[in-house]
């Protein structure tokens, strides 16, 4: 199988565990995957002025690197795939936006003149988590399964931008499952807890921290009164906030118990038995390593 | 003797009220107050004027109060309030369009001011949190 797969910008910065992770994990599940050659910026967070056609350019001109990338690689689809939640998103709700205004998708042609390929509505944004569970099937990927995460408690933490709007989730809104059987598959055990779809504070983590340590705390805290081991994110934004701000979190609240946050590709390359390399827990504020150890996975 | 109250049919923001609901593409009155979008907002306490009395005071356009209204800068648009609507109102969209409407005023009036951060806050920002928040906070 063949994929194109779309990094976005903070999977080649702060977010290179997820990038590695990624991509060594997909050539285990023998998915070929090419990086988009030649991407920009997805437009990170969707505008939504209804009247803002601006916003859509940046990711417009990507789906536009796709249609060329497809055009000259035999047997591929004209689809992509990313692993964060905020390019998914962002990039989706562009392509469902254009597909349904005519107008606008000209205007945007329009203002990309110098490029020889037009859009026309005819590329599909996937998620890895969707081609995980459609095309590759969590049946086939449990066979993968070299090292089971046996005993390891997963809270799977799905934030705003995987299930909502409803156009773009690819699970129930208010109750999305896809994470954990996925977590399943590979043997670890999936705890429910309450704040799995509440927002994290998103961007106020540039200019009011504060608000960050508040959300930190109850979200890692609804996970901790479960007896999870980790928190699992697709989104380096709320790997961000859910890590790197529980120092913040434990200031606010001194009874706050740290505690690892992963790409849920993290877990995917543990149990495919990946080396080192494709973890990075370097770049972790929190370090995963005791509790993996504690559950015989280190 | 000179009324203390009049009662009149002149509705002295129409402008106002038909450029929000133009941006945002919402019918405002559509909204029958059932309080669910602030219900569960995660950013109801930080915030003076509730999501459902946003659209309120949007529906009789008064303006002054919304666009100097700190919940227009505390909404992240994680849409929760708009998945829950039983009217299917996006009032995240709303909350966008009242954002825009003072950055869009040419004064330059950006809630987020990105260089009074200090040097050491901003290069442990990952650039999806630093690029995100300009979008929704800076003209």
Redesign the interface.
Known sequence: MKLIYYPGCTLKNQARNFDVSTVSSMEKLDVEVEELDRWNCCGTVHALDSDNVMNRVAPITNMIRVKETQAKTEGMASEFMTSCAMCYNTLKRANIDVKQRADALATINDFLSLETTKYEGDVEVLHLLEYLRDRVGFDKLAEKVTRPLKGLRVACYYGCLLMRPKEVAFDDVENPTIMENLIRALGATPVDFSHKAECCGAFHTVGKPEIIAERTDKIMGSAQEEQADLVVVSCPLCAFNLDFRQDDAKRLNPDFQNMPVLYFTQLMAIAFGCDDAALRFDLHHIDPLPVLAARGLD | MEPTLRITTARTERDFVAKIE????QKLLACYQCGKCSAGC??AS?MDVLPNQIIRLAQLGMKEQLLAARSIW?C?????C??RCPKDI?I??VI??LR?TVLRDGERND????ME?SPEARS??????????M???TS
């Open positions: 133009k941006i945002s593409g995660p950013m930080h505390m992240v648009s994680c849409l929760t708009n998945s996006k995240a969209e966008e369009s825009m809630y987020l001011k990105i951060l442990v920002l990952p650039p999806i949190a630093t690029i995100s928040a979008r929704k906070l």
